[in-house]
């Protein structure tokens, strides 16, 4: 949600703090014949500044010079307001498409994939022209500081004449444009996680724990006392049980076990008489 409002916001602001700049400079010139000129240098975006040309009186009569400022800073300045541009429209299709075509965003996984690569691809350009456009108003700043300007005009340079800065251009709105643009690379870098996540793909690189040797020993002790709890129902019962008295022969019986070979006794009497069965087990 706060991709959805704050990225149109903060690539307009981007926009509008850079492409709509218009800077001033103000000089007056006083020659030494009392004689005075207003000297006017308007320059904007993007900041070809050696197409701005102005008029400065010589002092020697109505003789006057035509200077031009110098530096072209237009490539790095359109560069950052092309990736502002881009990203607005990016973002106002992305807000579109969550709210009203949701089934087809999600549809076989494309739409999260492609949103991510995207999310990428913005937040490395929003870096790069935030750098480069950080570093051509630096450039723009040293080209367009007074006491240059007053260095190139002639009139200035002689010290008979006087010249005076009446207004400086205010760069509070390219300074912020610098920040927006960084202020845009952080939100953009922030939102590739969640669109990451939008994907699935980081659920299907999850894999399941592999079992230590003590969970080993622990699950097979479990296994194997399961066993033999069950197992020995059966024999606890077959070992315990009350033996078997036959009141007709007047024999007695030991319950028989499968632990051993059993053998057989016979008490010593009559071959008709018959005695107790005993049933020993050898192990």
């Not at 020697?60 to 990203?87: I, M, N, R």
């Not at 190139?152 to 205010?170: D, F, G, H, T, Y």
């Not at 051993?260 to 071959?271: E, F, K, N």
């Amino acid at each position: 949600m706060c991709m959805v409002i704050f990225a149109p916001l903060f690539a307009v602001l981007a926009f509008a703090t850079c492409g709509g700049y218009t800077g001033q400079i103000l000089v007056k010139v006083q020659c030494a014949d009392k004689t005075h000129n207003n000297i006017s240098i308007i320059f904007n975006y993007p900041f070809r500044l050696q197409q701005v040309h102005f008029s400065a009186p010589l002092c020697e009569g109505p003789k006057k010079e035509t200077l031009f400022l110098e530096g072209d800073y237009a490539s790095c300045s359109q560069f950052f307001v092309t990736v502002s541009v881009l990203a607005f429209l990016y973002s106002l299709l992305a807000t579109i498409v969550y709210f009203f075509y949701q089934n087809k965003y999600r549809e076989k996984n494309r739409g999260p994939v492609i949103d991510f690569l995207v999310t990428i691809a913005f937040s490395s350009l929003w870096l790069g022209s935030s750098i480069t456009w950080a570093k051509t108003l630096s450039g723009v700043k040293t080209a367009t500081n007074v006491h240059q300007i007053l260095l190139l005009m002639s009139a200035c340079r002689a010290q008979e004449n006087l010249c005076q800065v009446l207004q400086e251009p205010i760069w509070t709105n390219l300074n912020m444009s610098v920040a927006f643009g960084f202020l845009n690379f952080f939100l953009w870098a922030g939102n590739i996680w969640f669109a990451y996540k939008e994907t699935g793909l980081h659920k299907s690189t999850q894999r399941y724990p592999s079992r230590t040797p003590s969970e080993k020993r622990g699950s097979f002790r479990q296994y194997s006392q399961t066993s033999c709890d069950q197992s020995g129902t059966g024999f606890g019962q077959r070992l315990y049980n009350q033996g078997s008295f036959d009141l007709s022969s007047g024999g007695f019986s030991l319950p028989q076990t499968n632990l051993g070979q059993p053998m057989l006794y016979r008490q010593v009497g009559s071959p008709t008489s018959r005695g107790p069965l005993i049933f020993v087990n050898e192990i």
